[in-house]
Structure formats: C-alpha cells, structure tokens
C-alpha cells in the first residue's frame, strides 16, 4: 500500500462496518476500464451485500483491521519465500 493511502486505509478503518461496506463498494464502482473486469462487475456488489447482511445477521467472524493486515502480511511472506 502507498504511503499516500495508508492513512486513508487507517482513517477508514475506524468507521463503523456498514460505513466501511459502503465504502468498499464506492471504492469498487469508481474503477476505471483499466482495472480487471471482474473487479467491476455486480458479482463483487453480491459479494459485499451478502458480506454485510452476515455481519448484521451475527454470521460473520469479525477480524480486527491490523490483525487482517498482519495475517495478509504473512500470506504475502510466505509466498515470496516459495518463490
């Protein structure tokens, strides 16, 4: 992540889950014709609505934003060293 949207990404963080559902979702659509398609198209939006209803239904297991941010760090480690 850019040092530019890191304190953007802090700054959303602290919102409440349905601002940052919300967010995420304007974040997608505003992506131009240059990014990949699937990344646009209304299967992600049934993602994040589906996504959003488990989390007000109680289905979802939360993660805390820096703990997330720690395990997708370990993902990323893990692969650079297998390769």
Do not use: C, K, Y
């Amino acid at each position: 992540m850019s040092s530019d949207a890191l304190p953007i990404f802090n700054a959303a963080m602290n919102l409440p889950n349905e601002a940052r559902a919300e967010l995420a979702a304007q974040l997608i659509a505003s992506l131009d014709e240059s990014f990949p398609p699937a990344a646009r198209t209304g299967d992600w939006d049934d993602v994040l609505r589906e996504r959003s209803a488990a989390m007000h239904r109680g289905d979802a297991q939360m993660v805390d934003g820096a703990d997330a941010i720690a395990q997708l760090r370990a993902v990323v480690d893990r692969a650079r060293r297998s390769t």
